[in-house]
């Protein structure tokens, strides 16, 4: 069994500060990781992965994460926020259990003002 | 342009009327999966298929039917649509078969089913 907490339904930021997302799981086996990034009226698309290589995982507009084996956690940083950042980011979980699933967090959607 | 496609965008009915929302990807993925968002759940998965004439049922599948007689196909079908099923449905893909495991998720933009 495999599940996933994403701790804050939002989370606001002003622009140029950083950016924490938390995510904890919980799995059987060994876990890949995920987080994902969704626009408005878009689908999601892959910010970063972490499937047993590196701890720390760097993604695409800078954003990186680093899963703790010990914590349980895969949280999501940014050095600095920017409007753009603005979206509902997912945190995913899979194992290789044998099933091809995914178990999604409930989202955290992120805030940017000015 | 590599991508998954689904129509229709946007899908208002009723209760009770039989209706198809297709999804087609050029990727030629083995994995494909369909997922509802709802407000405050995340996205849970209906069914996946790994290959071609192979499907499973995911965490939500009451009421939903899918086939998978091609690689790059894999429509998602409602045979008696109930309020219930009203969302924001999401196809995606991936090129293992085995799934997300090592692989990323492709998604399409995503359907908005109304159902009344």
């Known amino acids: 069994a495999q599940s996933v907490t994403q701790l804050d339904s939002h989370v606001s930021v002003s622009e140029g500060t950083p950016v924490l997302l938390r995510c904890n799981y919980s799995s059987s086996y060994s876990p890949s990781l995920f987080w994902y990034v969704q626009h408005p009226n878009k689908g999601l698309q892959l910010l970063l992965k972490?499937?047993?290589?590196?701890?720390l995982v760097k993604g695409i507009n800078g954003f990186e994460a680093e899963f703790k084996k010990s914590e349980t956690s895969f949280h999501l940083t940014k050095p600095s926020a920017h409007m753009s950042d603005a979206a509902e980011y997912f945190c995913?979980?899979?194992?290789?259990?044998?099933?091809?699933?995914?178990?999604f967090g409930k989202g955290t959607m992120l805030l940017v003002s000015p | 342009e590599a991508q998954v496609t689904q129509n229709p965008r946007y899908l208002i009915t009723v209760t009770g009327k039989k209706l198809t929302v297709t999804c087609s990807q050029n990727m030629n993925h083995e994995y494909m999966s369909w997922y509802r968002q709802d407000p405050g759940l995340g996205l849970r998965q209906i069914y996946y298929s790994m290959n071609v004439e192979v499907t499973d049922k995911g965490d939500v599948p009451e009421g939903y039917k899918v086939s998978r007689k091609e690689k790059r196909n894999f429509p998602l079908i409602l045979e008696s649509p109930s309020p219930n099923q009203t969302s924001l449905y999401f196809c995606a893909s991936s090129p293992d078969s085995l799934g997300p495991y090592n692989s990323p998720l492709h998604f399409g933009n995503g359907t908005r089913l109304t159902v009344t």
């Open positions: 972490y499937t047993s290589a590196a701890t």
């Open positions: 995913v979980v899979t194992s290789n259990s044998g099933y091809s699933t995914l178990t």
